[in-house]
C-alpha cells in the first residue's frame, strides 16, 4: 500500500545543519573505507610484501578491539554533561585525534622484519582505533536523536548516503592517483604506492579533521536540556544487559551483520581479480578502471538515492530493504559474466546494479535505529542513543573482524602470491568463484532477519504516542 508522507514543521531539521552533518560521514569513509580498506592490502602486501594473510589477522586484531572500546565510549557518551552536550566534545576530541595518528599508519621505521611490522601496525593501529570510536560512537548517537519523525529519519540518511558515495567517488581514484605518473620511482618509471601513499596521507587526515569537526560546530543535541541532561547516569553493565533485551535491535544486527560480512569479505578478492585477472597484473591500468567504475557507480547511486528515500516514505522501510537485497544478488552474479580477461568495462554492469541496491541499504539502516532508539526509551524510560549504538556497533566490527580474517586467508587459499611474476590461471578463477559465491551465501541469511524486524510504520507511530503522552513532544 502506497501512503503520503507527512513531516511537521517541527520535525524537520533544517537543510543546513543535514549537509554538514551529514559531511561527517567523510571520515567514517575514510577510516573503514580508505586506509583499512582500499589501501591497506596493496600498500603492505604489493608494495611491502607482508603476508596478506598476517595483515588480515592484524585488521582482525584492530577491529576486535574497536568493538571492545565501543561499548565503553557508548556507554561514556551517554553519561557524559557539559555545558557544550554530551556528544560534541566527544566528537571534537575524536576527530583531531583521529587525523592526527592516520599518519602514523603509514611510516613504518625502515630496516624492520615482518614480525616487527606486524607489531608497530598493531600498536599504532590500536590507538588509532582508539580515537575513531571516540569520534564514531557519539557522531551515530547524535544522528539517532536530530529528529523524532519517522520519514524525516530517513531524508537525513539519504543525506549522509550521498557524502558517502562523494567519498566513495574520491576513493575510488585513491588507487588510481598513489600509482600515477606524479609518484612513479624516477629510476624505473613505474608505480611507486609507497611514495604514492605517504605523500597522499597528510591530504587524507585533512579530509579527515574537517570532516570531523564540522558536525560540532553546527549542529544542536535536541534532548539534552530537556530530557538526557537530568536522567540518572546509566551503569556500563545495566545498559548492556539492556541493549541486549531490545529484540528489534537483534533483528536489524542479524540484516547488517550478515550483509556486511558477505560484502566485505570479498572486497580485496575484488580488487585483486581487476588487477590480475581482468587486467593481466597491470596495476596502473587496473586502478584507472576502478576510478571509472567507481564513478560510474558513484553516478547511478547518487541519482538512486531520491528514488528510495521517495519509496521508503511509501512503504515500510523493513520493505524497501528486502527489495534492496534482492536486487544486490542478482546484480553480483553478473560477475559470473562480467569479469573477463581484457574486457574491463563489463565490470560496469554489476557494479551499476550494486550501486542502485547494496549501498542503499545504508540509507535505512541508521534511519531504522533511530527508530530502535524511540522503542528502547519506551521500555527503559531513558534516551540510551550511545549505548545502543554501542551494541550494534560492536556486532558490525565483529563482522568487520571476521571478514578481515576471511578476507587474507581466502588470497592465501586461493594461491595468489605477490611475488609471483604471473598469477596461474586456476589461481585466479578460484579467486573468482570465491568472489561470487561468498556474497549470495552470507546475504542469504539476512533476509530471515528482515522478515522478523518488527517495526513499520504502524508500530512506530504508536510508540510516539505513548512516549509524547508519556513526557510531552520534543
Not at 570479498?266 to 586502478?287: C, D, K, M, P
Not at 565490470?347 to 541496491?357: A, D, G, K, R, V
Request: glycine letters at 8%.
Amino acid at each position: 500500500m502506497i501512503r503520503e508522507s507527512r513531516i511537521n514543521a517541527a520535525d524537520r531539521i533544517p537543510l543546513f545543519q543535514k549537509v554538514v552533518f551529514s559531511s561527517g560521514v567523510t571520515l567514517d569513509y575514510m577510516v573503514a573505507g580508505l586506509i583499512t580498506s582500499t589501501l591497506w592490502m596493496p600498500y603492505f602486501n604489493i608494495g611491502l610484501g607482508i603476508s596478506p594473510a598476517l595483515l588480515g589477522m592484524v585488521l582482525m586484531i584492530l577491529r576486535g578491539w574497536d568493538a571492545f572500546v565501543d561499548p565503553v565510549v557508548g556507554n561514556f557518551s551517554d553519561n557524559f554533561r557539559s555545558r557544550w552536550g554530551r556528544r560534541r566534545p566527544l566528537v571534537a576530541v575524536g576527530a583531531v585525534l583521529t587525523a592526527v595518528v592516520s599518519l602514523f599508519i603509514w611510516r613504518l621505521p625502515p630496516g624492520w622484519g615482518d614480525a616487527w611490522k606486524i607489531g608497530y601496525l598493531v600498536a599504532v593501529g590500536m590507538v588509532f582505533y582508539a580515537c575513531y570510536s571516540c569520534w564514531s560512537m557519539p557522531y551515530y548517537s547524535l544522528q539517532l536523536e536530530l529528529t523524532p519523525n519517522y520519514d524525516e529519519r530517513t531524508r537525513l540518511t539519504a543525506w549522509m548516503a550521498l557524502f558517502s558515495k562523494c567519498s566513495g567517488l574520491l576513493g575510488g581514484w585513491a588507487m588510481a592517483v598513489v600509482t600515477s605518473s606524479l609518484f612513479a620511482d624516477p629510476a624505473t618509471g613505474k608505480a611507486d604506492i609507497l611514495h604514492g601513499v605517504r605523500a597522499c596521507s597528510w591530504g587524507i587526515a585533512a579530509l579527515i579533521l574537517v570532516a570531523g569537526l564540522l558536525p560540532v560546530f553546527f549542529v544542536k543535541e535536541r534532548y539534552y536540556e530537556s530530557e538526557a541532561r537530568q536522567q540518572a547516569r546509566d551503569p556500563f553493565w545495566q545498559s548492556i544487559r539492556e541493549s541486549g533485551s531490545c529484540k528489534p535491535l537483534w533483528m536489524l544486527i542479524g540484516i547488517s551483520f550478515f550483509l556486511l560480512l558477505g560484502s566485505t569479505s570479498v572486497g580485496t578478492l575484488n580488487q585483486y581479480l581487476n588487477i590480475y585477472y581482468v587486467n593481466g597484473g597491470r596495476i596502473a591500468e587496473a586502478s584507472v578502471v576502478l576510478g571509472w567504475i567507481s564513478s560510474i557507480t558513484f553516478i547511478t547511486g547518487m541519482l538512486a538515492i531520491p528514488l528510495w528515500t521517495w519509496l521508503g516514505e511509501k512503504l515500510d522501510k523493513k520493505t524497501v530493504v528486502g527489495i534492496l537485497l534482492a536486487g544486490s544478488m542478482l546484480g553480483h552474479l553478473l560477475n559470473v559474466f562480467c569479469q573477463r580477461p581484457g574486457m574491463p568495462y563489463l565490470q560496469l554492469i554489476p557494479s551499476f546494479f550494486l550501486s542502485m541496491t547494496a549501498s542503499a541499504l545504508w540509507l535505512f539502516f541508521p534511519s531504522m535505529k533511530a527508530d530502535i532508539a524511540d522503542y528502547d526509551e519506551l521500555q527503559s524510560s531513558r534516551r540510551r542513543e550511545g549505548s545502543l549504538n554501542a551494541f550494534y556497533s560492536w556486532f558490525i566490527k565483529a563482522a568487520l573482524t571476521a571478514a578481515a580474517g576471511i578476507s587474507g586467508l581466502m588470497i592465501q587459499w586461493s594461491g595468489f602470491s605477490a611475488t609471483a611474476a604471473e598469477q596461474p590461471m586456476n589461481v585466479l578463477l578460484r579467486m573468482k568463484w570465491i568472489y561470487v559465491c561468498m556474497p549470495i551465501l552470507m546475504w542469504s541469511g539476512a533476509i530471515f532477519f528482515i522478515w522478523k524486524y518488527p517495526l513499520d510504520r504502524k508500530r512506530m507511530a504508536e510508540i510516539r504516542a505513548d512516549l509524547e503522552l508519556r513526557r510531552g513532544k520534543m
